[in-house]
């Protein structure tokens, strides 16, 4: 089903999973963003009598088991890693609904969906994908041998166009009030209008214009970094244009308790803004947070959301406007790219949300004449045709893996004739997918995570190690450096600096490594020959694993987080998402060191997961443990005397609160000066 955003394709999903169900089958419904599964449990709710069961990672229901619902909704790969399990309830499942269906051609999650969706298709399951950014619909139904519906209906009014700020900041700061600055606004049809230049910036003007016409904005940033940043400027003028009632409603977070996490300096932040009618939205902000700030968003609490992708597709917020700060964004490969054109239409479609608003528009910013044609020239080109990304290599040779580890023995040829009904061989052709089957097979082989079937000739098996590989949801890129790392552990000293190179070494390792450019910078604290696990054959990121294992020791040796962010070029978000990350491949590792006897290494894994977990040194572990007790206040133990478990649990009720209550300011260990509110 392609037709444009808003226009109501999520029912036509839950009508096909309505049907499963009555069938007596389970419907599942796969969206790209935790956000949007969110949304879409909300959704559901209206079909009472229904057992509804999300599965996120990060928000699981617990009311049922997968097995006893009705309808399941999750994210793309949190059902793909449910699949690797084999639950014994699979069969019963009678209908996918894959929201958002052209995320199949993104570069790293387009493989899984892409396989995802054939395999539904061969086991007879009914597979319904919706999208509005769907150019080549048709080919898509005919590789599933489907049908498919077309339309260009919008229920409400969307207009694209592109705002140009001529020297706005320039000529205010400089106080140039003579100079002439062009400040307009030209829409996709060719309508103009002058916007007043009242505040210097271009998003500004944007925002307080919508503002008192009564409608809210959502602004796409750069970056993380640029969301945040984009909020706080924002902020002071968003306040000004605040009623009374508007700063009432949000007056309660003014200490901002609901919006904490453990990342003081982004809670704070958002407490800020949230206080302004602004709020922030990224991937690197807890779960909680970002859900806060969907909700004050739709309860018109919050006017204006700085926000990353992380709300582009799917969602239905009350934006009148979006605004796009920019069309380029950052590729590790290829620097600077310009967005493609469907992603440019998601995000403009949140806005004009007919639950919401009657009408919309996306307008996107530029300071240069030039730079405003170019844009408008953009946003009137087609959309892209949808293209495979099925043979991208790390992903591809993760799903001829789970494909192996699925299917009962399959030879090569059946392997082939499986991916030969992928959309890459319907659109690229069968020879093609093939070769690279071949390939695929050839590594998985090599790092024994396969082996040749003895009861079944020219059939193919998993081994324990492929097995649990997928299993863990690691790529078989990780499995060279990981199985060196721990070959060597038996016979070189093992350190937390070694190991958490090895953890950076491996291909799932996403994070951070683009600070790895070594020429010129300090190369203190790197690991030295003797401690490295991983040398460079096994690993392509040997290099640029140094500086991110650098940067996680400094974390778990509790060194002043402004200076971790000053030398690596990096914030308090990044750091959170190299702990989860780290996180993952800690546990990872141990449990393939436990499968294949590598048990030197265990006691000195378990120990650092705790600390990265925790973010200290080893010995406030004992302190950690405790429930409550965090990073800050086991240092403030620890200056005071008490450095264990057994010591604190010692403690009358009034020594613990006067150690921990009457510093009302304290030196925290992660910087500068904190009140005690924020633990
Ligand atoms: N024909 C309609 N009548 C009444 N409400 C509608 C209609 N079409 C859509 N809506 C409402 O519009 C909102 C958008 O619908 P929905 O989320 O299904 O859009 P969508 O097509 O999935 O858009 P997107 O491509 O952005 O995901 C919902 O609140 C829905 O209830
Ligand atoms: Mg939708």
Same mark, same amino acid.
């Given at each position: 089903m392609a037709s444009p955003t808003a226009s109501g394709k999520t029912v036509i999903g839950e009508l096909a999973i309505i049907d499963a169900v009555k069938k007596g089958k389970k419907g599942v419904y796969l969206v790209p963003l935790r956000s949007l599964a969110a949304e879409k449990s909300e959704d559901f709710k209206k079909y009472v009598g229904y057992r509804i069961g999300v599965k996120t990672g990060d928000f699981d229901s617990k009311e049922h088991g997968l097995e006893e619902c009705d309808i399941i909704i999750s994210t793309y790969e949190k059902w793909d890693s449910i699949l690797r399990h084999q639950p014994d309830w699979l069969d019963t499942v009678g209908c996918v609904v894959a929201d958002e269906g052209h995320m199949l051609t993104d570069e790293s999650r387009g493989s899984t969906i892409e396989v995802l969706l054939t395999r539904m298709v061969s086991r007879k399951v009914k597979v319904v994908i919706l999208s509005a950014v769907l150019r080549n619909v048709s080919d898509v139904a005919y590789w599933l041998d489907g049908r498919f519906m077309q339309s260009s209906w919008r229920p409400t009014l969307l207009r694209e166009g592109v705002y140009l700020l001529t020297e706005g900041k320039d000529r205010k700061k400089a106080g140039r009030q003579d100079h002439v600055c062009k400040s307009v606004l030209e829409y996709k049809d060719g309508q103009r209008e002058t916007l007043p230049d009242e505040t210097g910036n271009a998003i500004s003007n944007l925002v307080v214009q919508t503002l008192r016409a009564g409608g809210q904005c959502l602004v796409f940033a750069r970056s993380r970094k640029g969301a945040v940043r984009l909020a706080t400027l924002l902020s002071r003028e968003v306040e000004k244009e605040l009623t009374p009632r508007d700063l009432l409603a949000v007056s309660e977070y003014r200490y901002g308790d609901e919006l904490k996490s453990t990342d003081v300096e982004t809670s704070n932040k958002l407490a800020y803004c949230v206080v302004k009618g602004v709020g922030f939205h990224h991937a690197g902000m807890s779960s909680e947070q970002k859900r806060l700030v969907e909700g004050l968003f739709r309860e018109l609490k919050l006017k204006v959301v700085c926000s990353t992708p992380?709300?582009?597709?799917g969602l239905n917020l009350p934006a009148r406007r979006v605004i796009i700060q920019t069309t380029t964004r950052y590729d590790e490969k290829l620097g600077s790219v310009t967005i493609p054109r469907w992603e440019f239409e998601n995000m403009a479609g949140r806005a004009g949300r007919p639950r919401y608003d009657d009408s919309g528009d996306a307008i996107i910013v530029s300071k240069t004449d030039a730079q405003m044609k170019w844009a408008l020239e953009y946003i009137k080109q087609p959309i892209e045709r949808l293209e495979s990304k099925l043979t991208i290599e790390a992903p591809f040779y993760s799903n001829v893996l789970s494909e192996i580890c699925l299917s009962e023995s399959p030879t090569l040829s059946e392997l082939k004739s499986f991916f030969s009904k992928t959309f890459a061989a319907h659109i690229g052709g069968v020879d093609f997918v093939s070769d690279k089957v071949d390939e695929a097979t050839k590594f998985l082989r090599g790092s024994k995570l396969i082996q040749d079937d003895k009861s079944r000739l020219g059939g193919l098996v998993k081994t324990a190690l492929g097995d649990r590989v997928s299993r863990l949801y690691i790529t078989p890129l990780s499995v060279p450096a990981m199985m060196q790392g721990l070959q060597a552990s038996e016979r070189k000293p093992i350190t937390s600096i070694g190991l958490l190179h090895l953890i950076c070494c491996m291909?799932?390792?996403?994070?951070?490594?683009?600070?790895? *450019? !070594? #020429?010129?910078?300090d190369h203190s604290g790197f690991p030295t020959a003797d401690e490295l696990?991983?040398?460079?054959k096994a690993s392509d990121r040997y290099d640029l694993a140094m500086r991110p294992s650098v940067m996680m020791q400094q974390y778990i040796d509790e060194v002043e987080p402004s200076s971790i962010y000053e030398r690596f070029g990096i914030s308090e978000g990044d750091v959170h998402v190299a702990v989860e990350s780290a996180d993952w491949l800690m546990y990872s590792v141990a449990e393939v060191a436990r499968l294949t006897g590598h048990f030197k290494v265990l006691p000195a894994l378990e120990i650092l997961n705790r600390r990265v977990d925790k973010g200290? *040194? !080893? #010995?406030l572990l004992s302190l950690t443990s405790i429930k409550g007790i965090g990073a800050k206040r086991a240092r403030l133990l620890w200056r005071q005397g008490v450095k264990t478990r057994e010591e604190f649990e010692g403690l009358t009720e009034s020594q613990r609160d006067k150690m921990l209550?009457?510093?009302?300011k304290v030196d925290s260990p992660h910087g500068g000066q904190t009140n005690l509110s924020d633990f």
């Amino acid at each position: 089903m392609a037709s444009p955003t808003a226009s109501g394709k999520t029912v036509i999903g839950e009508l096909a999973i309505i049907d499963a169900v009555k069938k007596g089958k389970k419907g599942v419904y796969l969206v790209p963003l935790r956000s949007l599964a969110a949304e879409k449990s909300e959704d559901f709710k209206k079909y009472v009598g229904y057992r509804i069961g999300v599965k996120t990672g990060d928000f699981d229901s617990k009311e049922h088991g997968l097995e006893e619902c009705d309808i399941i909704i999750s994210t793309y790969e949190k059902w793909d890693s449910i699949l690797r399990h084999q639950p014994d309830w699979l069969d019963t499942v009678g209908c996918v609904v894959a929201d958002e269906g052209h995320m199949l051609t993104d570069e790293s999650r387009g493989s899984t969906i892409e396989v995802l969706l054939t395999r539904m298709v061969s086991r007879k399951v009914k597979v319904v994908i919706l999208s509005a950014v769907l150019r080549n619909v048709s080919d898509v139904a005919y590789w599933l041998d489907g049908r498919f519906m077309q339309s260009s209906w919008r229920p409400t009014l969307l207009r694209e166009g592109v705002y140009l700020l001529t020297e706005g900041k320039d000529r205010k700061k400089a106080g140039r009030q003579d100079h002439v600055c062009k400040s307009v606004l030209e829409y996709k049809d060719g309508q103009r209008e002058t916007l007043p230049d009242e505040t210097g910036n271009a998003i500004s003007n944007l925002v307080v214009q919508t503002l008192r016409a009564g409608g809210q904005c959502l602004v796409f940033a750069r970056s993380r970094k640029g969301a945040v940043r984009l909020a706080t400027l924002l902020s002071r003028e968003v306040e000004k244009e605040l009623t009374p009632r508007d700063l009432l409603a949000v007056s309660e977070y003014r200490y901002g308790d609901e919006l904490k996490s453990t990342d003081v300096e982004t809670s704070n932040k958002l407490a800020y803004c949230v206080v302004k009618g602004v709020g922030f939205h990224h991937a690197g902000m807890s779960s909680e947070q970002k859900r806060l700030v969907e909700g004050l968003f739709r309860e018109l609490k919050l006017k204006v959301v700085c926000s990353t992708p992380t709300l582009a597709q799917g969602l239905n917020l009350p934006a009148r406007r979006v605004i796009i700060q920019t069309t380029t964004r950052y590729d590790e490969k290829l620097g600077s790219v310009t967005i493609p054109r469907w992603e440019f239409e998601n995000m403009a479609g949140r806005a004009g949300r007919p639950r919401y608003d009657d009408s919309g528009d996306a307008i996107i910013v530029s300071k240069t004449d030039a730079q405003m044609k170019w844009a408008l020239e953009y946003i009137k080109q087609p959309i892209e045709r949808l293209e495979s990304k099925l043979t991208i290599e790390a992903p591809f040779y993760s799903n001829v893996l789970s494909e192996i580890c699925l299917s009962e023995s399959p030879t090569l040829s059946e392997l082939k004739s499986f991916f030969s009904k992928t959309f890459a061989a319907h659109i690229g052709g069968v020879d093609f997918v093939s070769d690279k089957v071949d390939e695929a097979t050839k590594f998985l082989r090599g790092s024994k995570l396969i082996q040749d079937d003895k009861s079944r000739l020219g059939g193919l098996v998993k081994t324990a190690l492929g097995d649990r590989v997928s299993r863990l949801y690691i790529t078989p890129l990780s499995v060279p450096a990981m199985m060196q790392g721990l070959q060597a552990s038996e016979r070189k000293p093992i350190t937390s600096i070694g190991l958490l190179h090895l953890i950076c070494c491996m291909y799932d390792w996403k994070v951070l490594i683009l600070t790895g *450019k !070594e #020429e010129g910078r300090d190369h203190s604290g790197f690991p030295t020959a003797d401690e490295l696990l991983v040398d460079e054959k096994a690993s392509d990121r040997y290099d640029l694993a140094m500086r991110p294992s650098v940067m996680m020791q400094q974390y778990i040796d509790e060194v002043e987080p402004s200076s971790i962010y000053e030398r690596f070029g990096i914030s308090e978000g990044d750091v959170h998402v190299a702990v989860e990350s780290a996180d993952w491949l800690m546990y990872s590792v141990a449990e393939v060191a436990r499968l294949t006897g590598h048990f030197k290494v265990l006691p000195a894994l378990e120990i650092l997961n705790r600390r990265v977990d925790k973010g200290v *040194k !080893e #010995e406030l572990l004992s302190l950690t443990s405790i429930k409550g007790i965090g990073a800050k206040r086991a240092r403030l133990l620890w200056r005071q005397g008490v450095k264990t478990r057994e010591e604190f649990e010692g403690l009358t009720e009034s020594q613990r609160d006067k150690m921990l209550g009457f510093h009302l300011k304290v030196d925290s260990p992660h910087g500068g000066q904190t009140n005690l509110s924020d633990f």
